[in-house]
């Protein structure tokens, strides 16, 4: 069953100078949810955070497109010196960043506190 709307659940500051921002995603992203994704992924950037950290703790699927979406967030905060960091892969999100090899590019956190805390 494909989802529609925005996986994008919840999107919170750490600190009040807002350098620190967690997006918590959740559900399925593949190309009918990937768009709303790599939209609501790059509007916290207007802030300019020093670190974005994406908790991918709810997310069950994700196919290329999702993927896409976090590769054009990636090249963005390199080009804005903004620390990208992914938190809480689920074991089926994983092997696609291990089969892609972007396990070796993007920082990848088993959970939330975990990226939070280093």
């Known amino acids: 069953m494909t989802e529609t709307g925005n996986p994008i659940q919840n999107v ?3 600190d009040a100078e807002k350098t620190v921002v967690v997006v ?7 190309l009918h949810r990937s768009a709303a994704f790599q939209e609501a992924l790059l509007e916290p950037l207007k ?5 974005m950290i ?12 999702g993927v ?3 590769v054009k967030l990636l090249s963005r905060v ?4 903004i620390n990208l ?3 809480g892969l689920t074991p089926r999100v994983r092997n696609v960043f291990e ?8 920082e990848l956190y088993p959970s939330l506190q975990e990226a939070i805390d280093s």
């Open 68 to 70: 896409a979406s976090l």
């Open 99 to 106: 089969i892609t090899r972007l396990d070796t590019v993007f």
């Open 54 to 65: 994406v908790d991918m703790t709810g997310v069950s699927y994700m196919d290329s497109s």
């Open 78 to 81: 390199r080009r804005d010196k």
């Open 85 to 87: 960091r992914l938190a």
């Open 47 to 51: 802030k300019h955070p020093q670190r």
């Open 24 to 30: 918590e995603a959740a559900g399925e992203i593949d």
């Open 12 to 14: 919170r500051w750490l």
